[in-house]
């Protein structure tokens, strides 16, 4: 009969020798379809929350695929491990914290040392009543005005790269880097010279007053 309908293994109602929903040439419901596949879940045992997907993978939960023939498919597996963040190569030495690139950056934060020995300190309560203390690295210790230098002193008298203290087989030394108003140590402008530093000697530079303080 022309008008009489027929109904295909996948539950569709069709008339003629073909379903024409499922695509196919025969009628054993192995349909031939675009399948589209959704994960949802935030992990492992979890399929309460959607999954950010990064890169076409996933994190868990469970995954369902549905074909055009009318049939869906769901399983559950773990999927694969979600993406780490942050720099996995960095090594954090003493005291320095791992930091997030995507913060905004503090222009006095120093640079991690890469594991410079401490050798010394120079101290000033030129700047705070309180004080204020520096510490001092084995190699160069560049002391000015710009934020870059190794010890950063706020004084309008402090050229952008004022001196040197270099630390170097055990001996202390400071040279004045052509400053505007010179370096003094125990109230003798040092010049160009290099001057070699004892436990407790006094540094000025600019307005600046510092007191100067071995490790050793």
């Known amino acids: 009969m022309q008008g009489e309908f027929k109904q295909c293994p996948n539950g569709h109602y069709y008339q003629g020798d073909h379903c024409p929903y499922c695509k196919s040439s025969n009628q ?3 349909a031939t379809s675009l399948k589209t596949e959704v994960f949802v879940g ?7 929350a959607p999954t950010q997907v990064d890169g076409g993978g996933y994190t868990g939960g469970t ?3 549905i074909g055009e023939g009318g049939t869906t498919t769901t399983t559950t597996g773990t999927g694969a491990p979600s993406k780490p963040t942050g720099n996995p190569n960095r090594t954090v030495f003493g005291d320095d914290e791992p930091t997030d690139p995507s913060a905004p950056q503090d222009p006095n934060k120093k640079s991690p040392r890469f594991g410079r020995k401490l050798v010394g300190w120079l101290v000033t309560y030129s700047q705070d009543e309180l ?3 520096y510490k001092l690295y084995e190699g160069r210790n560049i002391i000015g005005r710009d934020i870059d230098c190794s010890i950063t002193i706020n004084d309008g008298r ?3 790269k004022h001196a040197v203290l270099l630390f170097r087989a055990n001996k202390y030394s ?7 108003h010179g370096t003094f140590v125990n109230g003798e402008d040092i010049e160009l010279d290099p001057r070699y530093l004892q436990d407790g000697d006094e540094i000025r530079v600019g307005s600046t007053i510092l007191k100067f303080r071995s490790s050793l």
Request: glycine share 24%.
């Open 174 to 180: 400071i040279t004045d880097s052509q400053s505007s």
């Open 158 to 160: 402090v050229s952008g």
């Open 131 to 133: 004080g204020v203390d």
């Open 28 to 30: 054993s419901g192995n």
């Open 63 to 65: 995954k369902t695929t």
């Open 42 to 48: 935030g992990g492992s045992g979890d399929t309460s």
